[in-house]
Each structure stands twice: as C-alpha cells, then as structure tokens.
C-alpha cells in the first residue's frame, strides 16, 4: 500500500483526558507506525449527555496532556464547528484538507458494539479504516449486526485507503473520566491516573465541582 501519510483519528469528549486515552493511542501509534494521531474533542457528542465542562477547557487539558509526544496533535475541527459532532462529517473535512492520507480512526469495543448505530456509518468507511482498541485477552460479545459489519470488513492489516477494520490489543487501563470527576468533586487524589498539568489546570480554573 502506497501511502504518504498515515494518521489516527482520536474522537472523544476527554472529560477529562486521563492515562487510559493516552496509553492505548500511544500503543496504536506505535503498532501502525502513525505519522501522528489527532485527538479531536467533541464539541456536542451525539451518543453521550453534554459534557461537564466547555470545549475549551476539553481542548486545553487535552493539549496540556499530550504536549511531550510529538506525534499526538491536538485538532480543534469539531469544537470550531460547534454543534452536534458527527464523526463521518469530521473525517469528510479532514479528508479534504488531506488528500494524500490514510485516516485511521481509533475506538475502543465500547463505541464499537454501537457502530450500527452512527450516523452514515457506511460513509465512514469510505472515509476511513478502523482500529477496535481490545484489552488483551477480552472477548468483545457485539450484537448480529455489528458482528456481520465486523466479519465483512475485518482485515488482518491495513492495505486500502479505506473500509477495513483490525482489532489490537492495548493495554487499556480500568479508568473511566466518570470515575475521575467523582475522585475531583470528593477531592480524591488522582495521582497516576492522569497527567500533573490536567490535574493542575483543572485546580486553577476550579473544574469539576473544585472549589
């Protein structure tokens, strides 16, 4: 496969990002040899309930975390955009602006089993291929319909520009940002569970019910 740029789309609210977002692209990147990945906050995610705080504060404490690996960038596309954040209007955006790449988009099997679900997800794999980010060992129990989308697309590495899907097992952390702004409101330590400058920053712009 022929290719000039190789590039991971990273979606999500990061409410707040934490070590389990990071790690596991990390291990993406370095498995596909990535160019670089995107991590691209939602401004309004359409399968999830508004997030706690703006998208500025997301997109900063995501460029605050990711600050030291080079190859993760930060991209503003949908906080700009604003509005409900449809993936597949993303990827057409990007993909217009990056004619000579190959987007990747990354999802755990969580977002995975509810692929059926997406808006145009036929489109988005014109658009893109998929990696499903697996913890080792686990046996992802998708419903028929996502099943069959898996099985008819499934590739063993990536060799188009478009419509395959490959499992990778990452080391994904049992971490939740949920969890993680339950710890912020109760004033919890959450030491190793996130980067010190996310925690910082949500200290200083009293983030998460902190006072």
């Not at 939602?42 to 309930?49: A, E, G, I, R, Y």
Request: glycine share 6%.
């Amino acid at each position: 496969m022929a290719i000039k740029r190789l590039i991971g789309i990273n979606g999500g609210t990061f409410d707040p990002i934490h070590f389990g977002h990071l790690r596991s692209a990390l291990e993406v990147l370095m498995h596909l040899n990535l160019d670089e990945v995107k991590f691209i906050p939602s401004f309004q995610p359409v399968h999830k309930d508004c997030p706690e705080v703006s998208a500025v504060h997301r997109c900063e404490m995501v460029r605050l975390a990711i600050k030291r690996q080079p190859k993760f960038v930060l991209d503003t596309i949908e906080a700009d955009r604003e509005g409900e954040s449809y993936m597949v209007a993303t990827l057409a955006d990007l993909k217009k602006n990056n004619s000579d790449t190959i987007l990747v988009l990354m999802m755990g099997t969580d977002a995975f089993a509810k692929f059926n679900a997406w808006h145009k997800w036929q489109e988005i794999l014109q658009l893109a291929n998929i990696v499903i980010m697996r913890r080792p060992g686990c046996m992802s129990d998708y419903g028929n319909n996502v099943a069959e989308i898996l099985d008819k697309y499934r590739a063993e590495k990536l060799t188009q520009q478009a419509g395959q899907i490959i499992e990778l097992s990452v080391t994904q952390l049992d971490l939740s940002a949920t969890a993680l702004r339950g710890f912020l409101q109760n004033n919890q330590a959450v030491d190793y569970l996130m980067p010190a400058s996310v925690v910082e920053y949500i200290k200083n712009n009293n983030l998460y019910g902190i006072n």
